[in-house]
């Protein structure tokens, strides 16, 4: 059996649980303690019947005004990949190898962020509008492409739906019609069938990460659906003269993640 590939990522900000397996190695600023047992130290009450509590660590509370960024230069998920590609001086962003024995390849920032560029601009000249209304499925376990893919829907301020081995066929099926999925990321062939097992109308393009056998490629056809390679889109994108970047809004969703009890 060929090893599944470890992944690493260098991200700037945290990110959410679905990315069970990066880890997070530019860490917010450290407040300079630890949660007590005891949430009453964490807080002051403000004056008044109503009984109102603020933070003890951030004196202005006391006076109305909250933190609503981290950083001023951050506003986005779409921001925060760019700030972390400055600080780090286009250091090192997205590792993996191919098993335990062998050493970790590296991404850097600038690169990533270049092919997330084209990928997303290839994805926009298959079809897809750059807009908050446009779904893209990911079905793909941790590997540099599913930052690619995600980081490629923010410049296109498009959102992201992850697909999992735990939800089933049918609620993948499900997913894919609710949200008006045309196109689907999967990193391999077992993936692509199990999405083509169930797939709905509305599903028209699969993007793979890696080869998938002729059998399954006609299966595709024979359901209207079209499979196609990660790096061919990535390819299509450079060439085309599409808009650099569509740029979220700060009320845009990023992510849409549908778990079972939420189907």
Known sequence: MR?????????????????????VTYSPVFIGRTLSDSYESDYIYVHGPEMIRVSKFYKESKE?????????D?????????????ESNNGPCLGWRESFTKPYQWLHYNETLLRAKNFGSGLVSHGLYPSSETFIGIYSQNCPEWILTEQAAYCYSMVIVPLYDTLGPDACAYIIKQTEISVVVCDDDAKCNLILDKAPRCLK???????????????????????IRFEDVEKLGASKDNP?????????????TITRNTL
């Open 3 to 23: 090893p599944s590939k470890r992944f690493l990522a260098n991200r700037p900000f945290g990110k959410s649980s679905q990315h069970k397996s990066l880890l």
């Open 205 to 227: 393009k699969l993007i793979v990460i890696r080869e998938t056998r002729p059998a399954t490629n006609q299966r595709a056809r024979n359901r209207g659906v079209e499979i």
């Open 244 to 256: 650099e970047v569509v740029r979220p809004f700060l009320d845009n969703y990023s992510c849409r």
């Open 64 to 72: 109305g005004k909250f933190v609503s960024f981290m950083d001023k």
């Open 74 to 86: 951050v506003r986005t998920l779409y921001d925060s990949f760019r700030k972390g590609a400055k």
